[in-house]
């Protein structure tokens, strides 16, 4: 009985641990959609934000990741120093040492682990030789 018990918990945590892997996957397969919406918001004048439809665009925006934070979503903070645990360099340029100066994507975290790690450029003193 105790064998029979055994094998339900297991039968029982693997499903859990593939409807996990399926939501992430899931979610991973949206960022890029949310990136292009994000994007083409961001590049809209000042005359164009007061049109209906880039209200519309923004609020499905933010309905769309209002409904990723409720499946575990979070951004990952990079308003710092350069963590590799949850930032990619891509770039550096002249600023404080180990510094993040700009973002150029960002990085989410699906329940704690990390989804995909913002992409950041990161700053370095400039060295004069000379």
Known sequence: MADYRNLEQRISQGRSE??????????????PVLDHLEQ?????SEEEKQSGWVKGVEL?????????????LDEIAADGLFDPSLHEAVDTGEGEDNKIIEVVRCGYKLNGKILRPTQVVVGRKKINNG
């Open 40 to 44: 083409a918001l961001s590049g809209i």
């Open 18 to 31: 593939l409807t996990s892997f399926v939501g992430a996957e899931l979610v991973k397969r949206l960022l």
């Open 60 to 72: 499905a925006v933010k309905e769309f990741k209002q409904i990723l934070l409720a499946e575990g």
